[in-house]
């Protein structure tokens, strides 16, 4: 709670979209989260593993929650915000350590998931309302997201098979990249470091497995975007994740 405080604090965001929550809802911090403004939410939690959450300065209506894979694991939320766009919160499961969806049923469920997002908003590509997609959908998808392209090929979150799924999943609904929408393809960008490495800032090998997507008829309202690298460093012990801005006007 205390880095959020200081994330909001520094930077007074609108709307904050968790993932990873790890609490049920009842234990979420919904009281102290309102005393700091953002007295609506959306939450969708669990103890101990998964959960999602949208929090907001600003009314949220027509909120729901999807459910993938045939698992109530709550890993999406979504709610309609004043402007009329719809903004969905997801967090896409890491997939575990092997590349192999026969070895490993965690990296089979990855794929499926990922196939099964591509098939709903597949469906919905012919609905003109804006929307944005935001979380951490655990795939780096470009060469310069992540620190070593050659070495990360066979790493779980820069396989070929994943990049060609995220990839589908993000033509099925026109998605822009908001952030590679400012930052070139060919500069390296980071929002994950993990916790093994000894010095993550020194050593740097980073992915970029936190996203903001948004439809085509929002671009122009596109104004920057940031990822909040010294969050890697605040104290105490901070997420490996680091905050995604994206401004709009």
């Known amino acids: 709670m205390g880095l959020l ?68 694991d709550r890993r999406h939320v979504f709610a309609e915000l004043p402007n009329g766009a719809e903004l969905h919160c997801c967090y896409v499961p890491a997939g575990g350590d092997v590349p192999d969806p026969v070895a490993n049923p965690k ?66 609904h026109s998605w822009v990249d908001a952030v590679r929408h400012f930052v070139p393809s060919e500069e390296k960008l980071y929002s994950w470091w993990s916790y093994r490495a000894q010095d993550w800032a020194a050593s740097d090998r980073g992915r970029r497995l936190d996203h903001v997507w948004v439809t085509p008829n929002l671009v122009p309202t596109l104004k920057q975007a940031h990822i909040l690298r010294s969050a890697r460093g605040w104290e105490p012990k901070p997420s490996d994740h680091v905050p995604v801005l994206v401004d709009m006007s």
């Open 5 to 72: 405080e200081r994330l909001i604090a520094e930077q007074q965001p609108d709307v904050i979209c968790l993932q990873e929550t790890k609490t049920a809802d009842e234990t979420f911090p919904t009281a102290a989260l309102a005393t700091l403004g953002y007295k609506h939410q959306h939450i969708h939690g669990m103890k101990s593993y998964n959960g999602v959450a949208i929090v907001s300065r600003l009314p949220l209506a027509n909120v729901g929650e999807r459910h993938w894979q045939g698992r109530e």
């Open 107 to 172: 990296f089979e469920h990855k794929l499926g998931f990922l196939d099964e997002m591509t098939a709903w908003w597949q469906s919905r590509r012919d609905d003109a309302k804006p929307k944005i997609l935001v979380g951490d959908l655990n795939v780096a998808p470009l060469e310069h997201d992540v620190w070593s392209h050659k070495q990360m090929t066979g790493v779980v979150s820069h396989t070929p098979i994943e990049i060609e799924k995220l990839l589908a999943w993000q033509e099925s």
